[in-house]
């Protein structure tokens, strides 16, 4: 009773002092001889604090051991170099609790055998990293319930697993290493190269390992906990957590085709409902995976870092809710993304060499509805065997694919919202009329619906005129004015009507007024061209010369600059009045912009080109 023994153990060039005092053994029906059994009663207190007691029963010949071992609040922190072996944390406290029965037989055939029942816990854990002594990994408590390990076959099984307090932290740094790299560093000479070269086939490999290892955890129950993630390769630092974390992870086994399911919630950042749930194949989640991970109410501007890094702004206000499901069967991924972003607001600009090169407030402005809501379907699917696979990867693609097709094509998604499949992106007219013809009228009702849908959207109207086509319009409208002024003028006061512009012309009349017109520009051609159209031997040869002799007068009807210019703004002018009055647009959303004259339109095709923009 009462001995005191001091262990110095050695582990990679360290010492592991154990004061062990004080030491009570009690030995009873001691025997060497074969097949006798003696009584053991031990009692042992490691560095002051670690209670150990040890009872039972113990055999030489053959060997045989009968013991209940107890552990209470034995110290981890001299147990330090072993940590230091593959890790560069150092234990700043912690104790192990242990309640167990050991069965130990020794047999000519068949080996050792060894059997361990019991409980067991670590209490108060804290570990720091070296180098920054920052807090790593540390819990209140985590308690391992029923454990019954064998060595012949090994397997390990643990009813249930309690988790309280758990946090931890993963950090990515500026170089993109992380705090897992400096913590956990490879083994020296070891190499990812290295290890693939001297990796051996499967086969070999389990032939060599002798007997499976077989666990089976019955369920592991979480409270309490939290988790953090941080990003500093960013151009902003990015950082979040994951607090109030409980729920259950029911079933883990080495077992093939065990599924183990998941069922846990927190709150990510303090305030935002976070759900996981599913099942996954115990070490396998390639060969079966169905997660269901549902986020509520993100406040986006946490994750202003990757929005100033990938899209150029920083984030003002916005919520994000995600509801994603992933499922793979057979190593191929199916997976559905819902995202739905409420009240994104962009606000200071960011020079960021990663941000994509498109105009992401015009994308959010197409994308966002009347209630300023963006709801997102992303579905992707991929193989797991393909080294290039990466589930964030395809879904930033995916998103990457939509935000691209929707601003190459934004009045093509206008037009979708309000069910047209009209091109809406430009207002055609005739040759030098600014009038609407019934049809784009129709095409501004469906452009105005799908602004009333996007009511961020700014429409900019550019009025144009084309000097070949335009010139033509303007210069026939300007002699038939003149031959119904002259007709009206030829009228007695009470037949005529009120405006020039009313007067309708008979044929003949107009042959008389086009005839006349000719002669005064064409006195020289004048007399032979009159006589041909009353001499034609029908009447579609005379309005055949007719035609030309209009066509003559009309290429020498002069058109001014200015008449031009008239001609541009009233189109964009009728565009923006048709919008603002039956169309309901707001004023304030349809922008004017400086006119253009154009030599000639494109593909003959008279059209005010609009665009779509956004603050």
Do not use: C
Request: charged share 25%.
């Amino acid at each position: 009773d009462n001995y005191l023994v001091d262990v110095d153990l050695q582990a990679s060039g360290e010492s592991v002092k154990l004061n062990l005092s004080p030491i009570r053994l009690e030995v009873t029906d001691f025997s060497t001889r074969a097949a006798n059994k003696f009584n053991l009663k031990a009692g042992i207190t490691v560095n002051e604090s670690g209670k150990n007691e040890a009872g039972g029963t113990v055999r030489i010949d053959p060997v045989l051991v009968y013991l209940v071992f107890k552990a209470d609040q034995l110290a981890l922190e001299p147990f330090q170099p072993y940590l230091d072996q593959f890790s560069n944390l150092n234990i700043t406290s912690g104790s192990v609790n242990l309640d167990s029965r050991i069965d130990l037989a020794l047999a000519e055939i068949g080996g050792v055998q060894l059997n361990v029942t019991g409980h067991a816990g670590v209490d108060d854990l804290n570990t720091v990293e070296k180098k920054n002594k920052k807090e790593f990994l540390k819990w209140k408590a985590v308690d391992l319930k029923k454990i019954n390990f064998t060595l012949d076959p090994m397997s390990l099984d643990i009813a249930a697993v309690d988790v309280d307090g758990i946090e931890t932290e993963i950090i990515i740094n500026k170089d993109r290493t992380t705090n897992l790299d400096e913590i956990f560093p490879p083994a020296k000479g070891a190499s990812a190269s290295g290890n693939k070269k001297q990796g051996k086939p499967k086969q070999e490999a389990s032939k060599q390992a002798g007997q499976p290892f077989n666990l089976n955890i019955g369920k592991v129950n979480f409270k309490n906990s939290a988790a953090y993630y941080a990003d500093s390769s960013l151009i902003l630092p990015f950082g979040a957590d994951i607090k109030d974390l409980q729920g259950t992870v029911t079933k883990i086994s080495s077992a093939r085709k065990t599924l183990t399911k998941i069922d846990l919630k927190g709150k990510v950042n303090h305030t935002a409902p976070a759900i996981i749930k599913g099942s996954v194949e115990s070490f396998d989640f390639q060969n079966h995976l169905d997660i269901l991970m549902q986020f509520n109410g993100v406040d986006m501007t946490a994750i202003t870092p990757y929005m100033a890094e990938f899209a150029g702004y920083k984030v003002k206000k916005g919520k994000l809710s995600v509801d994603l499901h992933y499922q793979n069967k057979n190593k191929e991924l199916q997976a559905t993304n819902n995202v739905v972003i409420d009240q994104l607001t962009l606000g200071e600009e960011i020079d960021s060499p990663n941000s994509v090169s498109l105009p992401v407030k015009l994308a959010i402005s197409l994308l966002k509805d009347r209630n300023g809501v963006i709801n997102l379907d992303l579905p992707i699917e991929g193989s797991l065997d393909d080294p290039e696979f990466s589930v964030f990867g395809l879904l930033g693609k995916v998103m990457l694919n939509l935000i691209t097709k929707t601003v190459a094509a934004p009045f093509t998604m206008v037009a979708g919202l309000v069910g047209s499949d009209a091109d809406l992106s430009h207002i055609v007219f005739t040759q030098g009329s600014a009038e609407l013809t019934k049809e784009q009228e129709n095409n501004l009702d469906a452009l105005a619906k799908g602004l009333s849908e996007r009511p961020e959207l700014k429409l900019e109207v550019q009025g144009v005129a084309f000097k070949s086509e335009d010139g033509q319009g303007l210069a026939e409208k300007s002699l038939m004015r003149r031959f119904k002024a002259e007709a009206w003028e030829d009228m007695r006061k009470s037949k005529r009507p009120a405006k020039i512009d009313q007067v309708v012309l008979s044929k003949e009349d107009y042959h008389d007024l086009l005839s006349g017109a000719y002669k005064i520009k064409f006195p020289e051609r004048a007399k032979e061209m009159i006589s041909r159209a009353k001499d034609a031997p029908n009447p579609a040869s005379a309005e055949n010369i007719y035609e030309q002799m209009k066509q003559q007068l009309v290429d020498a009807e002069p058109v001014s600059e200015w008449d031009l210019n008239r001609l541009a703004d009233q189109r964009a002018k009728n565009i923006m009045e048709y919008l603002t009055g039956k169309g309901k647009t707001g004023a304030d959303r349809v922008f004017l912009l400086q006119r253009t004259i154009l030599p000639d339109a494109k593909n003959n095709q008279i059209a005010v080109e609009l665009k779509l923009d956004a603050d």
